[in-house]
């Protein structure tokens, strides 16, 4: 075991690949959009639209890892969707581009970040003893939120010189993360195969081997999941443009509560992960459910500068936060043998979920006075999660010990 089993090469490289998938591939458009729409580049509706193609290419993604898995690495997927993800914000920084352009490489980021989502922290995970597994997928989900604060604080920095700099930006921060932690994933694919982990004693191998109570929470996980998907598309597709656009603020402080958003999202993983650790994953999922719908509720209560700082933050720390503890109780609730693929299907879920209410929700927003109304819908589906989550079954899995990395 490394000195610091947290903090290592693998768990920093899965940790990577969140940051560039989502962190960076899905968040950091967010961050773009107002400047994007009061430069002339696109109009309202294309640069919502704009934002959903990459929701749009999130439900491809996780069916094309499970297609292209069976004939290529892990680690070969993860390091072609990390390029695919850089690549298309470099591509961005085309300003006189056909609209065309702009959808596909806004698709082809959200089929790259649902195959490092689907893929990168199950393997992972698996590399770690299973005593730390929610704090190492805290870790690696971390990335998410920092690739956010990363764009939060340098896209404002970067627009003030051209918005051609602020897409070049992006693009080229994802691509030095990949080149950094290029070398780790061969490492990865080589301990997958020394391990032999498609023999592993006493995994279920089909769910069909799950007991009915088994099958029954992974139904309401799956249920809260695809529920959660809807609680947190205000805040990551309208958020900053409702603060500069409809509460009439500068971009400045747009990118400040980004920032916030970020911030919260780059420690939520950690906080979550030991929180799941300590009171386990079922508790710690109702209180995040509980508090992630506080957030996204308290812009319904008041626009005061610190409703707007405590509902980025704490839309934040349990947007990436939450995620960390499905994937762990997931993990818990199936096995080992079962977690990539019961993890795949979560994503598809959630992606179709967020697909198509991000589209219903970009189609009315161009119709809407206030977004308000989106904002009360996802903190109604967050309250659907926690009772979700309240009506699983404490049992966990059988899960083999294997031999972590050493």
């Known amino acids: 075991m490394p000195n610091n089993p947290l903090l290592n090469r693998y768990s920093l490289a899965g940790l990577a690949a969140t940051l560039i998938g989502n962190g960076i591939g899905r968040f950091a458009y967010i961050a773009l959009m107002p400047a994007l729409i009061q430069a ?37 997927l993860i390091r072609t969707s ?33 195959m490092l989502m ?25 990335g998410i939120g920092l690739g956010a604060m990363l764009s939060g604080t340098l896209i404002p920095l970067l ?15 994802a691509l030095g993360a990949t080149l950094l932690t290029w070398n780790a994933w061969s490492a990865v694919d080589t301990w997958l195969i020394n391990q032999n982990l498609s023999q592993t004693k006493g995994a279920a191998s089909s769910f069909k081997d799950l007991s009915k109570p088994q099958a029954m929470t992974l139904a309401l996980i799956l249920s809260a999941y695809t529920f959660n998907a809807i609680g947190y598309l205000p805040h990551t597709l309208f958020w900053v443009d409702y603060i500069v656009r409809e509460l009439e603020m500068s971009l400045l402080s ?14 939520g993983p950690i906080l979550t992960g030991m929180l799941g650790d300590r009171l386990g994953s079922k508790r ?12 996204v509720s308290l812009p319904l209560l008041s626009t005061e500068p610190i409703s707007l700082f405590m509902s980025s933050l704490l839309v934040g720390i349990f947007t990436p936060g939450t995620v960390t503890l499905v994937s762990t109780y ?44 989106l904002f009360g819908i996802s903190a109604c589906a967050l309250f659907l999660s926690v009772l979700c989550i309240a009506f ?15």
């Open 392 to 406: 699983t079954s404490h049992k966990h899995a059988e899960m083999t010990v294997i031999q972590p990395i050493s």
């Open 330 to 373: 997931t993990l818990e609730s199936v096995g080992y043998g079962l977690h990539t693929k019961a993890w795949s299907m979560m994503t598809l879920s959630f992606a179709i979920s967020q697909g198509v209410v991000g589209y219903a929700m970009a189609f009315y927003a161009t119709t809407l006075t206030s977004y308000t109304l």
């Open 40 to 76: 002339g580049w696109f109009s309202q509706s294309d640069a919502s639209y704009l934002g959903v193609a990459t929701l749009i290419g999130y439900i491809f993604g996780a069916p094309a890892a499970n297609l292209l898995i069976k004939y290529f690495t892990v680690g070969q």
């Open 254 to 267: 747009g990118g400040f509560y980004w920032a916030t958003f970020g911030i919260g999202a780059a420690i």
């Open 118 to 142: 689907v893929l990168a922290p199950p393997a992972i995970m698996r590399m770690h003893d299973s005593k730390i597994k929610a704090r190492i997928s805290g870790v690696i989900f971390s």
């Open 284 to 295: 710690s999922l109702l209180i995040a459910f509980t508090l992630k719908a506080l957030g």
């Open 82 to 114: 990390m390029l695919v993800s850089s690549f298309s914000y470099l591509g961005c920084a085309f300003e006189g581009a056909p609209i065309l352009w702009f959808y596909v490489l806004r698709t082809l980021a959200g089929v790259a970040g649902a």
């Open 159 to 173: 627009i003030y010189h051209s918005l051609v700099s602020a897409w070049l930006g992006m693009g080229f921060v």
